[in-house]
T-cell receptor, first 123, second 112 residues
Framework: DTGVSQDPRHKITKRGQNVTFRCDPISEHNRLYWYRQTLGQGPEFLTYFQNEAQLEKSRLLSDRFSAERPKGSFSTLEIQRTEQGDSAMYLC?????????????????????FGAGSRLTVL | GDSVTQMEGPVTLSEEAFLTINCTYTATGYPSLFWYVQYPGEGLQLLLKATKADDKGSNKGFEATYRKETTSFHLEKGSVQVSDSAVYFC???????????FGDGTTLTVKP
């Protein structure tokens, strides 16, 4: 397994255009996450999937953003009508979620493996 | 909601100096705590983790102890190397939560 792959690595677009990013997670991982990171900030949660189900979406996420994971494998993140404020690094991560609920997670589950990111520049 | 606060950087040290990067958190329940590291030009990767109070995570000479009473998870290393220069992120994941919450990162530069 080559880890988490993201494509493209860099995207430059004009304001108002649509862009789509793709993420291929580690094949055994059932969870896939999207984060956004701007300079000097930590990763900001956008959304995540368990298998093909989108389980949580940030309340800060504009309706111009949509994510899919149609077969529970790769995922796409689309941004419609891009704005200059969308310029950021978009990070994908995957993990293996622990089955069931426990008060103390002592397994290796839920450790995130990140891709290298897709940098978006909106002119 | 959950939050993570890291000491402000950047931090510049000489090789073999002692490192502490402070991290405190706010969360309900029993969060797991993590330190991730981002080397120049690379993606974030896990450095160490702790899953319950008083646990100590360690890796590559770095250590952090989960202190529930002070809601802290400070990162320490006894003798830093130039190769430790990177951005360090403290993070938490709450019990049964999907997402992880990250601090803003601390940039460490180690000079020979």
């Amino acid at each position: 397994d080559t880890g988490v792959s993201q494509d493209p690595r860099h995207k430059i677009t004009k304001r108002g255009q649509n862009v789509t990013f793709r993420c291929d997670p580690i094949s055994e991982h059932n969870r896939l996450y999207w984060y956004r990171q701007t300079l000097g900030q930590g990763p900001e949660f956008l959304t995540y999937f368990q298998n093909e189900a989108q389980l949580e979406k940030s309340r800060l996420l504009s309706d111009r953003f949509s994510a899919e994971r149609p077969k529970g494998s790769f995922s796409t993140l689309e941004i419609q009508r891009t704005e200059q404020g969308d310029s950021a690094m978009y990070l994908c991560a995957s993990s293996l979620a622990a089955l069931g609920s426990t008060a103390f997670d002592t397994s290796g589950a839920n450790v995130l493996t990140f891709g290298a990111g897709s940098r978006l520049t909106v002119l | 909601g959950d939050s993570v606060t890291q000491m402000e950087g950047p931090v510049t040290l000489s090789e073999e100096a002692f490192l502490t990067i402070n991290c405190t958190y706010t969360a309900t329940g029993y969060p797991s705590l993590f330190w991730y590291v981002q080397y120049p030009g690379e993606g974030l990767q896990l450095l160490l983790k702790a899953t319950k109070a008083d646990d100590k995570g360690s890796n590559k000479g770095f250590e952090a102890t989960y202190r529930k009473e002070t809601t802290s998870f400070h990162l320490e290393k006894g003798s830093v190397q130039v190769s430790d220069s990177a951005v360090y992120f403290c993070a938490l994941r709450n019990t049964n939560a999907g997402k992880s919450t990250f601090g803003d990162g601390t940039t460490l530069t180690v000079k020979p």
